[in-house]
């Protein structure tokens, strides 16, 4: 079956970092982009950020960019996230999602296979 | 940023009612955009990509339209199960924003 497990969430201290980790299965890894988004409790979904296939092409939404870092080991078929000076607003459930893409003619791209995800807690 | 919004935020309706959702874009997005189904407590799940396309294993009750700034979601007929909370996530450029969602009570 196709599988992503997310862990490494917690409770941290404002300022704190974390490494999320999202272990992928089922599916030739390195083959996707994969995705961050989160979800602030009794909040919508926020998609945080983007990774291509080898690691290269990173985008982040701008309220992130400089504190979260998305990356990759594909021999690991691991996806990451490092989240550093952590807010409270850093709060929520973090999910990992595989990024699909349809082929010609039309390049649909959609989250199809997501995870669990992990839960960051950030307070004194 | 493309802003997106949903309307209404909630709604309640009967088993077998028809319910529409709306999303709007603050720009035209063609037709990248995809909807999801959130359970309570669950992780998300696609419904609708392309604006149109039904993914595989969604439910024939469930279908999407919309081109550029204004989109839909339809449940034709509305079951028990379907108690969840529907957001539009547009995909047009690099940087993707989800709309606010919309709560589906029976």
């Known amino acids: 079956d196709v599988q992503l497990v997310e862990s490494g969430g917690g409770l941290v201290q404002p300022g704190g970092s974390l490494r999320l980790s999202c272990a992928a299965s089922?599916?030739?890894?390195?083959?996707?982009?994969m995705s961050w988004v989160r979800q602030a409790p009794g909040k919508g979904l926020e998609w945080v950020a983007n990774i291509d296939q080898n690691g290269y092409e990173k985008y982040y939404v701008d309220s992130v960019k400089g504190r979260l870092i998305i990356s990759r080991d594909n021999a690991k078929n691991s996806l990451y996230l490092q989240v550093d000076s952590l807010r409270a607003e850093d709060t929520a459930v973090y999910y990992c999602a595989r990024r699909y893409s349809t082929s010609s003619p039309y390049y649909y791209y959609y989250m199809d296979v997501w995870g669990s995800g992990t839960t960051v807690t950030v307070s004194s | 940023d493309i802003q997106m919004t949903q309307s209404p935020s909630s709604l309640s309706a009967s088993v077998g009612d028809r319910v529409t959702i709306t999303c709007r874009a603050s720009?035209?997005?063609?037709?990248?955009l995809n909807w999801y189904q959130q359970k309570p407590g669950k992780a998300p799940k696609l419904l609708i990509y392309?604006?149109?396309h039904l993914q595989s294993g969604v439910p024939s009750r469930f279908s999407g339209s919309g081109i550029g700034t204004d989109f839909t979601l339809t449940i034709s007929s509305l079951q028990p199960e379907d108690l969840a909370t529907y957001s539009c996530q547009q995909s047009f450029n690099t940087l993707w924003t989800f709309g606010p969602g919309t709560k589906v009570e029976i």
């Open positions: 720009q035209s997005i063609s037709n990248y």
């Open positions: 392309g604006a149109s």
């Open positions: 089922g599916f030739t890894f390195s083959d996707f982009w």
